[in-house]
């Protein structure tokens, strides 16, 4: 199976992504933690895409369709993957599309998850991030065994760079004015399944396995 997540910063894609990784045993391709990971070893791709990320703005198309075009070639993405924050821009999903006509594979579904403004924000500014394996946890939502120490690997817990209000708020400009676009798109491709993003992280889960298995 092969699936886009598609929603505004906060809208738990990431937090949804593990369950599916789990239950579909596909990996989650993430373009955030693929570029946070640049940034943090210095790389030329970092080095390229840290000021976009620190302002809240999108990397450029170029940047990211050459790490999903290298990234799909790997072993583990021939039997199914998790594309989670990318396609992001028109060009993007144009792009990848080509990619994956050129490979003979097509995407299967597109769940489109949704929440209020307000609710992203208290999300996002709550939102606490592993430094070992990158599980995400929230201050009051989702919060750790022990204040501050992962549960699965005992690392420390830290805040994104943009996971402040102010870059917060320039996120959602950049969803509203380059991705939200991309509902319509496959809608009109018939691959959209819209989920309603505000419950507990486990009804959104069952709602997305619904949909999933429909
Ligand atoms: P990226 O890392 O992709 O961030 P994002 O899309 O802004 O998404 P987030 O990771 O903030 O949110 P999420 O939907 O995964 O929510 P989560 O599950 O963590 O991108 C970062 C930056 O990289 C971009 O701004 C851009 O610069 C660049 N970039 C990345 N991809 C790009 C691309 N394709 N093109 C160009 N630039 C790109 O949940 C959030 C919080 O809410 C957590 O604390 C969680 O515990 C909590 N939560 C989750 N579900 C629930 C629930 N049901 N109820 C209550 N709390 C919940």
Redesign the pocket.
Known sequence: MNLI?L???????????KFIVEKYGIPQI????I??HAVKERSELGLK?QA??ES??????D??VSIIRDRLTWGDAAKGFIL??????VA?ADALAVMLSGASMAIDHVVS?TVSVD?LVE??V???TCRGCGR???LK??PPKTASVCDVCSADLYQ?E??REETMRS?LD??AAQTAPLIEYYAAKGLLRPIH?????Q??QSAISSVLAG
């Open positions: 997540l929603g505004p910063p906060g809208a738990g894609k990431g937090t949804q992504a993430s373009t955030g933690d570029l946070r895409a976009y990320m809240g703005a999108l990397v450029p198309d940047l990211v989670d924050g990318f396609p992001r821009t993007q998850i609710e999300r996002v709550g939102r606490l995400g946890y929230h939502f989702d994104r943009d996971d996120r950049a969803y993003g505000v419950g507990s992280i009804e959104i």
